[in-house]
């Protein structure tokens, strides 16, 4: 032990660092270790309080009746914490269940104060070990910085979709690969690719196929990794990740979540961040493009780099990472079912309509919480159900109630109208696939809902717009044929009017949509009071319009509209192909 000791101050004096610092550390950790945790209460509701009174489960009750809970003690000798009624019986009425009760003041404040004092502890001595720590040299921490090295295991066929951004990245496979043929014509690799696009499109995965592609190792690092709270360290970590780069050469620097490190800075950015960026730049302009060192940054917020770090000569190459299309999600459901057993009833085709706006992540996340449903419910194979249930869980933000039965006739048929109003406008009017329209209630709260997959046309013009506005209002003109009472429609349009809302202003203040106004973007010159008003009234009198549009429309088709809410009364769901039949 007095040898341990003695290492441990010479280990300090070599490092210059004061004995007092590690007698205050040691000091607190061992008073910490030799401290015994005391377990805390389990929490449960005061329903479950009530239950085990009920059934002679509670052995005693401490209570400070001005504290917002309570701590009782079962039969088991367990400790358990529950709300405070703060009734006036309550004492009494546990003293004659036969419940010891004890009455208690300020142990609430003497546990916050322990708890407090434990949190002190335990800051200070994170304290004293950064100090201590932030001596040490910087190779050690560059351990932790390079998360992964080695070549891949996979390549461009493991990548499902992103054709045209794989297309972009093949001259770094082939320059990875033969660099000869680019060196003796004179052409440089670009000093660093920047991968940008939404959460879950691939940009990892993409980054990990080009090196798997390439054959080359792979050092992966994300940008929070080179952050520290001490100056100059993390432009340490950038020199030494790129130091170990170029002895690895050819291989490919990865760094993820880059506007961590390399996001804009300002007069008062934090020093560290200053420094690690500097350092950043500075490896990339230390470049000659010759090395065979490949720099590939991913983000999710291009707009938010320094101008700097995308320049020419620093990450000159940007390659958009977009959600996939219809035809790469049936690519990659393919991919991400061939180690799945689907049943016969499974249409991938059918599923990648119904999955607009999924990202890869998004799809794989699909199928995968598709075949825990099937496994659960003992199936052989996962079913089309499974899919829908899993589908439904995902878009719906939660999943079907068990019990539909309690809902009354007229809200159902109320559901069955409003759902029909939103097929029937977007089949014939916005010209929309409508793969599923359903009176489901789902634990989210919503009621029904019909699933639209809008047109793919990236530039939305003026009459789609207007048609995806009567799509929305068609769910409340529809409660009103049924009802015939203005004064009986309910709330549950207040989404759809949202919407609309949304896309009526848009369209006047931002796409210069409007007759009022002409071709004017009224956010860049500044909307006054006056303005808003005119806006308004412009908003008010185009919603106007495309509501009467709608409503004439559905009156003049109100027999294929009830058709639709009878089919759903009795089916609950109906598939595109089934109102398809009914439109017909």
């Not at 793969?435 to 809902?449: E, Q």
């Not at 931002?510 to 860049?524: P, Q, R, V």
Request: proline share 3%; net charge negative; hydrophobic share 40%.
């Amino acid at each position: 032990m007095k040898e341990k000791w003695k290492a441990v101050i010479n280990w300090a004096q070599k490092r210059k660092i004061p004995l007092l610092s590690v007698a205050v550390m040691l000091s607190f950790a061992i008073n910490i270790i030799a401290t015994p945790a005391e377990e805390e209460p389990k929490e449960v509701s005061y329903q479950t309080f009530s239950k085990m009174v009920m059934n002679d489960k509670v052995e005693g009750v401490e209570i400070d009746l001005g504290s917002p809970t309570f701590i009782f003690t079962g039969t088991n000798e367990k400790e358990y914490k529950t709300d405070n009624p703060k009734d006036e019986d309550f004492k009494k009425d546990l003293l004659e269940a036969g419940i010891k009760v004890e009455e208690v003041k300020g142990k609430t404040s003497d546990m916050m104060v322990t708890v407090f004092g434990g949190i002190f502890q335990i800051v200070l001595i994170v304290v004293v070990f950064k100090v201590l720590m932030g001596s040490l040299s910087n190779s050690k921490n560059m351990k932790r910085t390079e998360t992964s090295t080695g070549v891949p295991g996979i390549d461009f066929t493991s990548v499902a979709g992103n054709e045209e951004a794989k297309e972009e990245m093949f001259f770094l496979v082939d320059f990875l690969k033969n660099p000869e043929k680019y060196q003796d014509k004179g052409a440089v690799l670009p000093k660093g690719t920047l991968l940008y696009g939404p959460p879950g499109t691939g940009k990892t995965l993409l980054a990990k196929a080009i090196a798997g592609e390439a054959g080359v190792p792979l050092i992966s690092t994300t940008g929070s990794d080179f952050m520290e709270m001490y100056v100059g360290l993390g432009a340490k970590r950038v020199r030494t990740l790129f130091e170990d780069a170029r002895k690895k050469a050819p291989c490919i620097i990865f760094i993820d979540e880059i506007d961590s490190i390399g996001g804009a800075r300002e007069g008062n950015s934090h020093s560290e961040n200053i420094q690690t960026i500097n350092a950043l730049l500075s490896e990339l302009d230390g470049f000659s493009g010759s090395e065979g060192v490949v720099v590939i940054g991913a983000t999710n917020r291009i707009q938010d780099l320094d101008p700097a770090l995308i320049r020419p000569g620093r990450f000159d190459k940007h390659i958009a990472i977009n959600p996939p299309d219809q035809k790469d999600r049936v690519a990659i459901l393919k991919v991400h079912s061939e180690n799945k057993a689907l049943a016969n009833d499974v249409n991938l085709q059918e599923l990648s309509k119904l999955t607009i706006g999924f990202a890869g992540a998004d799809l794989s996340a699909l199928l995968n919480e598709a075949a825990i449903l099937s496994v659960t419910r003992g199936h052989d194979e996962i079913s089309y159900a499974d899919i829908n249930d899993a589908y439904l869980k995902t878009v719906m933000k939660g999943h079907e109630k068990k019990n539909q039965a309690d809902r009354k006739k007229d809200e159902l048929e109320l559901v069955a109208w409003h759902e029909a109003g939103h097929a029937l406008t977007a089949k014939l009017i916005a010209k929309s696939e409508v793969p599923k329209v359903t009176i489901t209630s789902f634990t989210s709260g919503a009621g029904g809902v019909t699933f639209i997959t809008p047109s793919g046309n990236p530039l939305p013009s003026k009459v789609y717009m207007e048609n995806r506005v009567k799509t929305l209002y068609a769910g409340r003109i529809a409660e009103f044929l049924l009802l015939g009472d203005e004064s009986q429609v309910t709330a549950g349009a207040s989404s759809d009017i949202e919407e609309a809302t949304k896309i009526i202003h848009h369209m006047i203040v931002t796409y210069g949509m409007s007759e009022k106004f002409g071709m004017l973007n009224l956010d860049t010159l500044g909307i006054t009071n006056h303005a808003n008003s005119l806006v308004l009234e412009e908003a008010s009198e185009i919603s106007k319009k495309l509501y009467t549009q709608t409503y004439d429309f559905m009156v003049e088709h109100q027999t294929e509209l009830k058709a639709i809410a009878e089919a759903l009364l009795e089916k609950e769901s109906i598939t595109e192909e089934e109102l398809d039949n009914l439109l017909s």
